[in-house]
Protein backbone atom coordinates (compact mmCIF):
# COMPACT_ATOMS: atom_id res chain seq x y z
CA UNK A 1 0.00 0.00 0.00
CA UNK A 2 1.50 3.29 -0.94
CA UNK A 3 1.95 6.30 1.08
CA UNK A 4 -1.60 8.34 0.16
CA UNK A 5 -3.71 5.43 0.55
CA UNK A 6 -1.97 4.62 4.15
CA UNK A 7 -2.94 7.87 5.06
CA UNK A 8 -6.68 7.85 4.16
CA UNK A 9 -7.61 4.65 5.98
CA UNK A 10 -6.02 6.40 9.27
CA UNK A 11 -8.27 9.65 8.28
CA UNK A 12 -10.83 6.61 8.03
CA UNK A 13 -10.70 4.89 10.82
CA UNK A 14 -10.19 7.77 12.90
CA UNK A 15 -14.14 8.77 12.16
CA UNK A 16 -12.76 11.38 9.39
CA UNK A 17 -15.38 13.03 6.69
CA UNK A 18 -14.91 13.46 3.24
CA UNK A 19 -13.87 17.34 3.57
CA UNK A 20 -11.38 16.85 6.61
CA UNK A 21 -9.43 14.51 4.52
CA UNK A 22 -6.04 16.55 2.56
CA UNK A 23 -7.25 15.81 -1.40
CA UNK A 24 -3.46 14.61 -1.82
CA UNK A 25 -4.87 11.26 -0.15
CA UNK A 26 -8.04 11.31 -2.14
CA UNK A 27 -6.14 11.12 -5.49
CA UNK A 28 -5.08 7.49 -4.79
CA UNK A 29 -7.55 6.81 -2.69
CA UNK A 30 -9.26 3.16 -2.96
CA UNK A 31 -11.78 3.92 -0.17
CA UNK A 32 -13.16 7.33 -0.32
CA UNK A 33 -15.94 8.00 2.79
CA UNK A 34 -18.89 10.39 2.65
CA UNK A 35 -19.54 10.72 6.48
CA UNK A 36 -18.34 9.94 10.18
CA UNK A 37 -17.48 6.32 9.87
CA UNK A 38 -18.03 3.82 12.86
CA UNK A 39 -15.57 2.30 14.97
CA UNK A 40 -14.12 -1.09 13.34
CA UNK A 41 -13.81 -2.68 16.76
CA UNK A 42 -18.06 -3.16 16.91
CA UNK A 43 -20.04 -5.19 15.38
CA UNK A 44 -21.74 -3.83 11.89
CA UNK A 45 -25.00 -3.48 9.97
CA UNK A 46 -23.69 -3.06 6.30
CA UNK A 47 -25.99 -2.26 3.32
CA UNK A 48 -24.31 -3.35 -0.28
CA UNK A 49 -25.09 -0.83 -2.48
CA UNK A 50 -24.64 -3.05 -5.72
CA UNK A 51 -24.00 -6.10 -7.27
CA UNK A 52 -19.67 -5.81 -7.17
CA UNK A 53 -19.90 -4.83 -3.44
CA UNK A 54 -22.30 -7.83 -2.90
CA UNK A 55 -19.77 -9.79 -3.50
CA UNK A 56 -16.77 -8.27 -1.58
CA UNK A 57 -19.11 -8.14 1.42
CA UNK A 58 -19.90 -12.16 0.74
CA UNK A 59 -16.36 -12.34 1.71
CA UNK A 60 -15.21 -10.25 3.99
CA UNK A 61 -18.43 -9.83 6.22
CA UNK A 62 -21.45 -12.05 5.55
CA UNK A 63 -22.67 -12.38 8.78
CA UNK A 64 -23.00 -8.37 8.85
CA UNK A 65 -25.03 -7.87 6.06
CA UNK A 66 -28.33 -6.74 6.19
CA UNK A 67 -28.99 -8.67 2.78
CA UNK A 68 -28.42 -8.51 -1.31
CA UNK A 69 -28.63 -5.51 -3.46
CA UNK A 70 -28.81 -7.41 -6.70
CA UNK A 71 -29.56 -11.14 -5.93
CA UNK A 72 -31.58 -14.04 -4.68
CA UNK A 73 -29.31 -16.19 -3.77
CA UNK A 74 -32.55 -18.68 -2.62
CA UNK A 75 -32.83 -18.81 -6.29
CA UNK A 76 -29.46 -18.25 -7.42
CA UNK A 77 -27.15 -19.92 -5.48
CA UNK A 78 -28.90 -22.57 -3.44
CA UNK A 79 -26.60 -25.12 -4.87
CA UNK A 80 -23.36 -23.46 -4.56
CA UNK A 81 -23.65 -21.49 -1.13
CA UNK A 82 -24.36 -22.10 2.80
CA UNK A 83 -28.11 -21.73 3.99
CA UNK A 84 -26.36 -18.70 5.59
CA UNK A 85 -26.17 -16.67 2.50
CA UNK A 86 -29.20 -18.14 0.70
CA UNK A 87 -31.20 -16.85 3.70
CA UNK A 88 -29.95 -13.17 2.90
CA UNK A 89 -33.20 -11.10 1.64
CA UNK A 90 -32.33 -9.25 -1.89
CA UNK A 91 -33.07 -5.57 -0.66
CA UNK A 92 -32.77 -3.34 -3.79
CA UNK A 93 -29.93 -1.33 -5.78
CA UNK A 94 -28.98 1.72 -4.63
CA UNK A 95 -26.27 2.63 -7.41
CA UNK A 96 -26.24 1.78 -10.49
CA UNK A 97 -28.06 2.73 -13.75
CA UNK A 98 -31.34 2.51 -11.87
CA UNK A 99 -31.97 2.55 -8.34
CA UNK A 100 -34.57 0.18 -6.58
CA UNK A 101 -33.50 1.05 -3.11
CA UNK A 102 -35.27 4.46 -1.40
CA UNK A 103 -34.20 6.50 1.43
CA UNK A 104 -37.02 5.60 3.32
CA UNK A 105 -35.82 2.28 3.38
CA UNK A 106 -32.55 2.86 3.74
CA UNK A 107 -33.41 4.34 7.02
CA UNK A 108 -35.49 1.55 7.98
CA UNK A 109 -33.01 -0.88 7.79
CA UNK A 110 -30.89 1.34 10.31
CA UNK A 111 -27.24 0.41 8.86
CA UNK A 112 -23.98 1.39 10.13
CA UNK A 113 -22.31 2.14 7.31
CA UNK A 114 -23.32 2.01 3.11
CA UNK A 115 -20.51 -0.09 1.19
CA UNK A 116 -20.20 0.43 -2.88
CA UNK A 117 -17.82 -0.88 -5.35
CA UNK A 118 -17.09 -0.35 -8.39
CA UNK A 119 -16.39 2.79 -10.32
CA UNK A 120 -15.75 5.79 -7.61
CA UNK A 121 -16.11 8.68 -10.39
CA UNK A 122 -17.89 11.51 -10.35
CA UNK A 123 -21.72 10.13 -10.85
CA UNK A 124 -21.06 7.24 -7.92
CA UNK A 125 -19.54 9.87 -5.84
CA UNK A 126 -22.32 12.79 -5.81
CA UNK A 127 -24.34 9.93 -5.12
CA UNK A 128 -22.26 8.91 -1.95
CA UNK A 129 -22.44 12.37 -1.04
CA UNK A 130 -26.03 12.73 -1.29
CA UNK A 131 -27.35 9.72 0.06
CA UNK A 132 -24.70 10.28 3.46
CA UNK A 133 -26.21 13.49 3.56
CA UNK A 134 -29.63 13.13 3.32
CA UNK A 135 -29.93 10.06 5.35
CA UNK A 136 -26.79 10.62 8.30
CA UNK A 137 -25.26 6.97 7.14
CA UNK A 138 -21.46 6.60 6.08
CA UNK A 139 -21.42 5.95 2.73
CA UNK A 140 -17.48 4.22 1.58
CA UNK A 141 -16.63 4.07 -2.64
CA UNK A 142 -14.06 1.16 -2.91
CA UNK A 143 -12.47 1.52 -6.26
CA UNK A 144 -13.45 -1.83 -8.03
CA UNK A 145 -10.24 -2.10 -10.11
CA UNK A 146 -9.52 -6.38 -9.92
CA UNK A 147 -6.11 -5.90 -9.63
CA UNK A 148 -6.53 -3.90 -6.69
CA UNK A 149 -8.76 -6.53 -5.16
CA UNK A 150 -6.18 -7.60 -2.38
CA UNK A 151 -5.86 -3.92 -1.38
CA UNK A 152 -9.75 -3.81 -1.51
CA UNK A 153 -9.97 -6.72 0.76
CA UNK A 154 -7.75 -5.71 3.28
CA UNK A 155 -8.80 -2.02 3.18
CA UNK A 156 -12.69 -3.03 3.37
CA UNK A 157 -11.86 -5.80 6.00
CA UNK A 158 -9.78 -3.47 8.33
CA UNK A 159 -12.79 -0.89 8.30
CA UNK A 160 -15.25 -3.58 9.58
CA UNK A 161 -12.79 -5.12 11.80
CA UNK A 162 -12.53 -8.61 9.81
CA UNK A 163 -8.90 -8.42 9.24
CA UNK A 164 -7.66 -11.88 9.53
CA UNK A 165 -10.38 -13.42 7.25
CA UNK A 166 -9.83 -10.88 4.80
CA UNK A 167 -6.00 -11.50 4.54
CA UNK A 168 -6.34 -15.40 3.96
CA UNK A 169 -8.40 -13.93 1.03
CA UNK A 170 -5.88 -11.13 -0.29
CA UNK A 171 -2.99 -13.36 -0.14
CA UNK A 172 -5.19 -16.24 -1.60
CA UNK A 173 -5.77 -13.54 -4.67
CA UNK A 174 -2.52 -12.20 -4.69
CA UNK A 175 -1.13 -15.30 -5.94
CA UNK A 176 -3.38 -15.69 -8.87
CA UNK A 177 -2.71 -12.15 -10.14
CA UNK A 178 0.89 -12.67 -9.27
CA UNK A 179 0.75 -16.01 -11.88
CA UNK A 180 -1.52 -13.65 -14.32
CA UNK A 181 1.30 -11.13 -14.87
CA UNK A 182 4.31 -13.52 -15.09
CA UNK A 183 1.48 -14.59 -18.08
CA UNK A 184 1.20 -11.73 -19.93
CA UNK A 185 4.75 -10.96 -19.23
CA UNK A 186 5.41 -14.21 -21.10
CA UNK A 187 3.38 -13.85 -23.79
CA UNK A 188 4.64 -12.53 -26.84
CA UNK A 189 1.50 -13.10 -28.96
CA UNK A 190 -1.32 -12.32 -26.91
CA UNK A 191 -4.43 -13.23 -28.24
CA UNK A 192 -7.09 -10.05 -29.56
CA UNK A 193 -10.34 -11.14 -27.99
CA UNK A 194 -14.38 -9.84 -27.99
CA UNK A 195 -16.23 -10.10 -25.04
CA UNK A 196 -19.76 -10.96 -26.36
CA UNK A 197 -22.77 -9.80 -23.78
CA UNK A 198 -26.10 -9.94 -24.27
CA UNK A 199 -28.11 -12.33 -26.53
CA UNK A 200 -26.95 -11.15 -29.45
CA UNK A 201 -23.01 -10.50 -28.75
CA UNK A 202 -23.13 -7.33 -29.54
CA UNK A 203 -22.84 -5.60 -26.41
CA UNK A 204 -19.41 -5.57 -25.12
CA UNK A 205 -16.84 -4.28 -22.65
CA UNK A 206 -14.47 -1.55 -23.97
CA UNK A 207 -10.79 -1.64 -23.98
CA UNK A 208 -9.89 -0.28 -19.91
CA UNK A 209 -13.27 -1.16 -18.27
CA UNK A 210 -13.90 -3.17 -15.70
CA UNK A 211 -16.13 -5.74 -18.13
CA UNK A 212 -12.65 -6.66 -19.82
CA UNK A 213 -10.24 -6.51 -16.97
CA UNK A 214 -10.06 -9.99 -15.94
CA UNK A 215 -8.74 -10.76 -19.83
CA UNK A 216 -6.84 -7.44 -20.10
CA UNK A 217 -4.93 -8.80 -17.14
CA UNK A 218 -3.57 -11.74 -18.84
CA UNK A 219 -2.44 -9.34 -21.51
CA UNK A 220 -5.08 -9.92 -24.00
CA UNK A 221 -5.88 -7.17 -26.36
CA UNK A 222 -9.24 -6.44 -26.43
CA UNK A 223 -10.40 -5.34 -29.76
CA UNK A 224 -13.12 -3.08 -28.71
CA UNK A 225 -11.46 0.42 -28.09
CA UNK A 226 -12.69 3.64 -28.22
CA UNK A 227 -10.85 6.74 -27.06
CA UNK A 228 -11.58 7.86 -23.50
CA UNK A 229 -14.75 5.84 -23.17
CA UNK A 230 -14.39 2.55 -20.86
CA UNK A 231 -17.93 1.33 -20.13
CA UNK A 232 -20.50 -1.30 -21.84
CA UNK A 233 -21.17 -0.13 -25.73
CA UNK A 234 -23.23 -1.51 -28.78
CA UNK A 235 -21.19 -2.18 -32.11
CA UNK A 236 -22.40 -3.46 -35.30
CA UNK A 237 -21.36 -7.36 -36.37
CA UNK A 238 -19.92 -5.41 -39.76
CA UNK A 239 -17.83 -4.10 -36.95
CA UNK A 240 -16.75 -7.28 -35.27
CA UNK A 241 -16.31 -8.52 -38.83
CA UNK A 242 -13.61 -5.72 -39.38
CA UNK A 243 -12.03 -6.59 -36.14
CA UNK A 244 -11.71 -10.59 -37.12
CA UNK A 245 -10.46 -11.16 -32.90
CA UNK A 246 -8.61 -14.47 -32.21
CA UNK A 247 -11.04 -15.56 -29.78
CA UNK A 248 -14.45 -14.36 -28.61
CA UNK A 249 -15.75 -14.74 -24.60
CA UNK A 250 -19.19 -15.47 -23.51
CA UNK A 251 -20.07 -16.23 -20.22
CA UNK A 252 -24.16 -16.64 -20.87
CA UNK A 253 -25.55 -19.97 -22.41
CA UNK A 254 -27.57 -18.46 -24.91
CA UNK A 255 -25.01 -15.87 -26.26
CA UNK A 256 -22.99 -19.07 -27.10
CA UNK A 257 -25.56 -21.24 -28.55
CA UNK A 258 -26.52 -17.43 -30.58
CA UNK A 259 -22.79 -17.10 -31.75
CA UNK A 260 -22.36 -20.65 -32.44
CA UNK A 261 -25.05 -21.43 -34.33
CA UNK A 262 -26.27 -18.56 -36.37
CA UNK A 263 -24.69 -18.33 -39.90
CA UNK A 264 -23.79 -14.79 -39.84
CA UNK A 265 -21.32 -15.41 -37.06
CA UNK A 266 -19.65 -18.43 -39.22
CA UNK A 267 -18.40 -15.28 -40.80
CA UNK A 268 -15.68 -15.22 -38.41
CA UNK A 269 -12.34 -17.07 -38.46
CA UNK A 270 -12.84 -17.53 -34.66
CA UNK A 271 -15.55 -18.88 -34.88
CA UNK A 272 -15.35 -21.74 -37.30
CA UNK A 273 -11.71 -22.67 -35.37
CA UNK A 274 -14.07 -23.00 -32.47
CA UNK A 275 -12.33 -20.18 -30.78
CA UNK A 276 -15.57 -19.44 -28.42
CA UNK A 277 -15.31 -20.05 -25.08
CA UNK A 278 -18.07 -19.98 -22.71
CA UNK A 279 -17.20 -19.49 -18.93
CA UNK A 280 -20.15 -19.29 -17.00
CA UNK A 281 -20.04 -20.07 -13.66
CA UNK A 282 -22.60 -20.33 -10.37
CA UNK A 283 -23.83 -18.63 -9.01
CA UNK A 284 -22.43 -15.58 -10.46
CA UNK A 285 -20.64 -14.80 -13.66
CA UNK A 286 -16.75 -15.46 -14.07
CA UNK A 287 -15.61 -13.20 -15.93
CA UNK A 288 -18.46 -10.20 -15.24
CA UNK A 289 -21.78 -9.78 -14.37
CA UNK A 290 -20.89 -8.78 -12.03
CA UNK A 291 -17.77 -6.69 -12.06
CA UNK A 292 -16.73 -7.82 -8.50
CA UNK A 293 -14.23 -9.70 -7.21
CA UNK A 294 -15.35 -13.06 -9.04
CA UNK A 295 -13.68 -12.34 -12.23
CA UNK A 296 -10.43 -13.85 -9.99
CA UNK A 297 -12.50 -17.08 -10.71
CA UNK A 298 -12.69 -15.73 -15.03
CA UNK A 299 -9.29 -14.64 -14.99
CA UNK A 300 -7.83 -18.09 -13.62
CA UNK A 301 -9.96 -19.99 -15.24
CA UNK A 302 -9.00 -17.91 -18.86
CA UNK A 303 -5.12 -18.04 -17.52
CA UNK A 304 -5.59 -21.79 -17.83
CA UNK A 305 -7.05 -22.29 -20.81
CA UNK A 306 -4.12 -20.77 -22.33
CA UNK A 307 -1.22 -21.85 -19.38
CA UNK A 308 -0.43 -25.57 -19.33
CA UNK A 309 1.58 -24.50 -15.78
CA UNK A 310 -1.54 -23.93 -14.53
CA UNK A 311 -4.23 -26.51 -15.74
CA UNK A 312 -3.45 -29.20 -12.86
CA UNK A 313 -4.39 -27.34 -10.37
CA UNK A 314 -7.52 -25.56 -11.77
CA UNK A 315 -9.89 -27.78 -9.64
CA UNK A 316 -8.37 -27.09 -6.21
CA UNK A 317 -8.08 -23.56 -7.18
CA UNK A 318 -12.10 -24.20 -7.72
CA UNK A 319 -12.61 -25.71 -4.36
CA UNK A 320 -10.39 -23.46 -2.41
CA UNK A 321 -12.12 -20.09 -3.92
CA UNK A 322 -15.27 -21.34 -2.99
CA UNK A 323 -14.37 -22.14 0.85
CA UNK A 324 -12.66 -18.61 0.96
CA UNK A 325 -14.95 -16.05 -0.70
CA UNK A 326 -18.03 -17.90 -0.50
CA UNK A 327 -17.57 -20.08 2.50
CA UNK A 328 -19.10 -23.33 1.24
CA UNK A 329 -17.08 -25.96 0.33
CA UNK A 330 -18.14 -27.63 -3.06
CA UNK A 331 -19.44 -31.28 -3.25
CA UNK A 332 -18.21 -33.71 -5.64
CA UNK A 333 -21.77 -32.89 -7.66
CA UNK A 334 -21.44 -29.29 -7.63
CA UNK A 335 -17.80 -29.19 -9.10
CA UNK A 336 -19.27 -31.35 -11.82
CA UNK A 337 -21.62 -28.90 -12.46
CA UNK A 338 -19.10 -26.07 -12.44
CA UNK A 339 -16.88 -27.56 -14.87
CA UNK A 340 -19.35 -29.04 -17.02
CA UNK A 341 -20.75 -25.75 -17.53
CA UNK A 342 -17.74 -24.11 -18.46
Not at 16 to 33: C, G, W
Amino acid sequence: MNLTRRKLIGFLLSGATLSSIPLSALADALLVPFGNLPNPLQPHRVLSAGAPADLLLVALAPEMLLGLSSFDLAVTGADYLSPTLTKLPRLGRLSGRASTLSLEKILALNPDIIIDCGSADETFSSLAQRTAAQTGIPYVLVDGNLQDSPKQLREVGKLLGVSPRAEKQAQFAESWLQDAKRFSQQNQQPPRFYSARGITGLETGLQGSLHTEAAELLGLVNVASQEERHGLAQVSFEQILLWQPDIILTQDLNTYRHITQDPLWNSLNAVREGQVLLFSGQPFGWLDSPPGINRLLGMRRLQGHFDLAIQPQWVNDLRTFYQLFYHTALTEVRLQRLLGAE
